[in-house]
């Protein structure tokens, strides 16, 4: 059993978030109980993910996209009241971290996703100014697009959707999980000849094309599925609580 107030401190301590601006609050965004025996993680802090969750006997949960995003409206009404509710009526915490957990050099998506990938060790990638939103690996043996996109395939256990940027292999690869598809044009000019990341936009196939950048579409989801992971099994360890993740399938 941990203090929620430890809990807190804790991932403040690892993720930094004061060091960032972001397009939502992160850390603790509904305040549930005072003491936190089993931590629930998952990506988003949907319904479905809610309901799961307190099934699974949730005190507090840790996510990567929580609520209040810059732009939506504030009232807290239909789909965002029942959510709240939700987690109002169980008294249990929610904290997401969003941008500190895409960064992070240990628990965040990037690194993680690089190493699912079973891709050599990666360093940061500096994008949109931000570094570490980006990692870059080079492979000691080019491979073939085909067979670059089946390893992505197997990593995931899903099929991305590749757009091809020429004829060569895939040798120097950057990646940015979520919805990261518009770096394709910085990926290019730090010398990418392949380039991963969650989404596509019309506009990313003309790019992939124009800029002969190899373009893999892997999911926002499926490649945001592992820093929450990652860093739920590390505060279960350091704090001494309980720890599930619960996965809800998003085929976007």
Same mark, same amino acid.
């Given at each position: 059993? $941990?203090?929620?107030?430890?809990?807190?401190?804790? #991932?403040?301590?690892? #993720?930094?978030?004061?060091?960032?601006?972001?397009?939502?609050?992160?850390? !603790?965004?509904?305040?549930?109980?005072?003491?936190?025996?089993?931590?629930?993680?998952?990506?988003?802090?949907?319904?479905?993910?809610?309901? @799961?969750?307190?099934? $699974?006997?949730?005190?507090? !949960?840790?996510?990567?996209?929580?609520?209040?995003?810059?732009?939506?409206?504030?009232?807290?009404?239909?789909?965002?009241?029942?959510?709240?509710?939700?987690?109002?009526?169980?008294?249990?915490?929610?904290?997401?971290?969003?941008?500190?957990?895409?960064?992070?050099?240990?628990?965040?998506?990037?690194?993680?996703?690089?190493?699912?990938?079973?891709?050599?060790?990666?360093?940061?990638?500096?994008? &949109?100014?931000?570094?570490?939103?980006?990692?870059?690996?080079?492979?000691?043996?080019?491979?073939? !697009?085909?067979?670059?996109?089946?390893?992505?395939?197997?990593?995931?256990?899903?099929?991305?959707?590749?757009? $091809?940027?020429?004829?060569?292999?895939?040798?120097?690869?950057?990646? %940015?999980?979520?919805?990261?598809?518009?770096?394709?044009?910085?990926?290019?000019?730090?010398?990418?000849?392949?380039?991963?990341?969650?989404?596509?936009?019309?506009?990313?196939?003309?790019?992939?094309?124009?800029?002969?950048?190899?373009?893999? %579409?892997?999911?926002?989801?499926?490649?945001? @599925?592992?820093?929450?992971? &990652? !860093?739920?099994?590390?505060?279960?360890?350091? #704090?001494?609580? &309980?720890?599930?993740?619960?996965?809800?399938?998003?085929?976007?």
């Amino acid at each position: 059993m $941990a203090m929620l107030s430890t809990l807190i401190r804790q #991932l403040d301590a690892w #993720l930094q978030p004061a060091a960032l601006t972001d397009y939502a609050p992160n850390g !603790l965004q509904v305040e549930g109980r005072a003491e936190v025996t089993h931590l629930v993680t998952g990506v988003t802090a949907s319904q479905r993910f809610l309901e @799961r969750a307190l099934a $699974a006997g949730a005190d507090a !949960l840790l996510v990567h996209h929580g609520y209040f995003w810059k732009g939506e409206p504030a009232p807290i009404v239909g789909m965002k009241g029942r959510r709240i509710a939700t987690l109002l009526r169980a008294d249990v915490s929610l904290l997401a971290y969003h941008l500190p957990l895409d960064v992070h050099p240990e628990f965040g998506n990037n690194v993680r996703l690089g190493q699912v990938l079973c891709l050599p060790p990666s360093r940061p990638v500096t994008l &949109a100014g931000l570094e570490g939103l980006g990692r870059e690996s080079a492979l000691a043996v080019p491979e073939r !697009l085909p067979d670059f996109a089946v390893r992505v395939a197997r990593g995931l256990e899903r099929e991305p959707l590749v757009v $091809a940027g020429g004829d060569h292999p895939v040798q120097r690869v950057i990646w %940015c999980t979520g919805g990261g598809q518009d770096f394709i044009h910085q990926a290019a000019a730090l010398g990418a000849d392949t380039y991963i990341s969650g989404e596509i936009s019309e506009r990313t196939t003309h790019a992939a094309r124009e800029l002969g950048v190899h373009y893999l %579409c892997a999911g926002h989801h499926a490649t945001e @599925r592992y820093g929450v992971q &990652a !860093l739920g099994a590390a505060l279960a360890e350091h #704090l001494g609580v &309980a720890h599930t993740y619960v996965e809800v399938d998003n085929p976007a």
